[in-house]
């Protein structure tokens, strides 16, 4: 709670009459006296700030003389006085003894009793929950009584609330669609939810540094409570993550994944399921039941919304993924929540929200940006592991393929970290880690090619929509790094060769996609060609066997081979698949030269007439006569910086456009050498 006082009773008595007197003057003169300083009764700008002073001064008023009262009870009580000295004045809590204390005090006792009720006497348990929310909804910026509430609830009193709420609702009654919790408990939880986040992250004003009220061990009350369910839902009725203490997020994150690890949506004892005592029912097959317990989970996970409140908030995201065993659970966990057959929700949107707030943190030197580098390397290491494990599976690589909520963040974060993943597409030997900042650049991610490719092979699995935005990307880099360069003394880093190197690696995960699929459908057609090879010329030969066209007859049905044996995929696809990435290559290297001149105009190295069809508003296209353009001035001497092969710039060097062009296009044309010598 607050800090203990000790108040000689008589003092207290004259500065509450005192205050009492101010408050009695000021009240009643508000209004006269915003007139008079507005002016001719026109609108002030600070009245809002002298109301607000008025206001305070009768809070202060009330709250001495509440201590004014409970002081002389103590010392009439305690037998002390003014006249034993300090050492005998009765002491009292300063924020506790506030009316806001009180007001506290009595809201957490009434909490108390109304958890106690419970079921027993329902309508009394709900008077008094409905009533105390409102308090706590009422009170969200006052300080005294945030502090003084939350450290004087029993320990576990908010904790177990959603679970009193349902078990009241529910009433002991099991349907085929459950009440979960009704609207009335849901208001009750986000009054509750809203002062628990108040009382984290309390705020004097909307810019003063945030102050944690929550005194001791009171977050682990939270963080270690044994119904998760039940303090889940106070982070889904609670407020934007932004308004909760980040390390309690954080925390409450690690503990949540835990438990979401170890009680998956469908246990090997249906009867342990977490959510059977919610009154939600799972059956194998299909049944409508099923549907109604997906909508109800997808309501009611309570991993799901303290996961959402966290990606609200960047830095419990980035303390959350500092943590491996963290990053492994978001990566690898079980997302899918079930429905009918091949009806699954994708709920892996959540996680994959809190690993792209994680690394969201300006680049720098500075301890944010050092941390947000790290998560980027557990998030890189733990997809690596995942990308393993699938290639294990050889005949679930496509059923183990991460869900499209994880995939879709996984490649916002390689966009947001391009430069790195672009540096690291031509490494081979480089260990994953982390760069220090120490040398004045900013902390960035160092991988191998090897990384970087599996990492976007998992990203980008039957994605073609990000695949595009990807893509996208990249040549974004090409004509940037051209710019950056080529602008003022250049670059210390070849940014036009990084982002060919990771183009072609970008070009190959796409190849290696659909060879691998041509192989599959090369391996299926030839398994359907000996299924039928083989029931035309053996059924005739088995043992008590009819022959093919007795058969059809006792089978009462006419029927042919391809009836048993739907036609296939024909042969040759690997091959053809394999030809066609090659054409790719070579068309996608054609995009490069509009990418690198745009970078050149951009860097004041080249002025190509603006009454150039292709060049509108400084902006080219690879259309309207580019190529012909490019062809009539790839002799065209221009003044670069190059690179030399430790990375380093070296002085601007005199070259022809195709020859810069041709140096740069080199660290793509080499795609061909990242294809696999045999498919899957």
Known sequence: MGDMV????????????????????????????????????????????????????HKDAGDMSQRARQTRELAQKEGSGA????????????????????????????????????????????????AVARDMHAHLHDKAYLATLWNSLDSDAAAKLARVLHNQD???????????LSAESERILKDVASSLAAASNYRQT???????????????????????????????????????????????????????????????????????????????????????AQAALKKFDPTIPVLDRTSENSDASR???????????????????????????????????????????????????????????????EVKAYHIGRLKNKTMQDVLSLPFGL?????????????????????????????????????????????????????????????????????????????????????????PADAAELFAVLHSVDAMEKIARGHEDDVLAAEQKSAKQTVSSVIGMLPGGYGIDKATKLAGKAFTISDIYMDGPSEGNEQ????????????????????????LIAAGKLSPSTREPWLTG???SSDDGFEDWYKENRNAAISVVMHSQDGRPMKPTRMTLEQYVNQISENYRDVKDWFPSTAG
């Open 83 to 130: 006249f034993f000295g300090r050492s005998f004045w009765p002491q009292l809590d300063w924020q506790a003894s506030s009316q806001s204390g009180v007001a506290a005090r009595k809201d957490a006792a009434d909490l108390k009793s109304a958890l106690a009720l419970g079921n027993k006497d329902k309508a009394a348990s709900r008077q008094r929950l409905l």
């Open 407 to 495: 995939r879709h963040s996984l490649t916002q974060i390689a966009g947001s970290y391009l430069p790195d993943f672009a540096h690291s597409a031509s490494s081979k030997d480089t260990t994953l880690g982390l760069r220090h900042g120490d040398d004045g650049l900013p902390y960035a991610v160092t991988m191998n090619h090897d990384d970087v490719q599996d990492f976007l092979d998992e990203a980008l699995r039957q994605s073609p929509q990000d695949f595009g935005w990807m893509k996208g990307r990249i040549k974004g880099l090409v004509t940037a790094g051209v710019m950056q360069t080529q602008a003022g003394n250049g670059s210390a880093t070849d940014y």
């Open 576 to 599: 053809n698949a394999r030809l066609g990435a090659e054409q790719d290559g070579i068309k996608a290297n054609f995009d490069l030269p509009p990418l690198i001149v745009q970078g």
């Open 319 to 381: 303390w959350a993924l500092q943590d491996k065993g963290n990053v492994h659970v978001l990566v690898h966990g079980d997302w899918i929540i079930p429905g009918n057959y091949g009806q699954g929700y994708d709920a892996s949107g959540s996680a994959g929200a809190v690993l792209r707030s994680g690394v969201t943190f300006p680049r720098g030197t500075t301890e944010g940006a050092k941390e947000a580098a790290q998560a980027l390397v557990n998030i890189v290491s």
């Open 618 to 620: 400084g902006v080219v």
């Open 6 to 57: 000790r108040f000689d009773p008589i003092a207290v008595d004259r500065l509450a009459r005192q205050l009492a007197s101010l408050d009695d003057t000021l009240g009643p003169a508000l209004r006269q006296i915003s007139q008079i300083l507005s002016g001719q009764g026109g609108h002030l700008a600070g009245s809002g700030a002298i109301e607000g002073l008025v206001a305070a001064a």
């Open 206 to 292: 909307p810019t003063s540094k945030p102050e944690n009220l929550l005194g001791g061990d009171r977050e682990k009350v939270f963080v270690k409570a044994s119904d998760k369910w039940s303090v889940g839902m106070l982070f889904k009725y609670g407020p934007n993550g932004k308004n909760w203490d980040p390390h309690f997020l954080s925390a409450m994150t690690a503990s949540m994944l835990q438990w979401h690890q170890r009680h998956p949506y469908l246990p090997k004892d249906p009867r342990t399921a977490w959510y059977r005592d919610l009154g939600i029912q799972w059956a194998p097959g299909e049944s409508d039941l099923n549907k109604s």
């Open 170 to 180: 529910a009433d002991g009654k099991s349907t085929d669609k459950p009440t979960v």
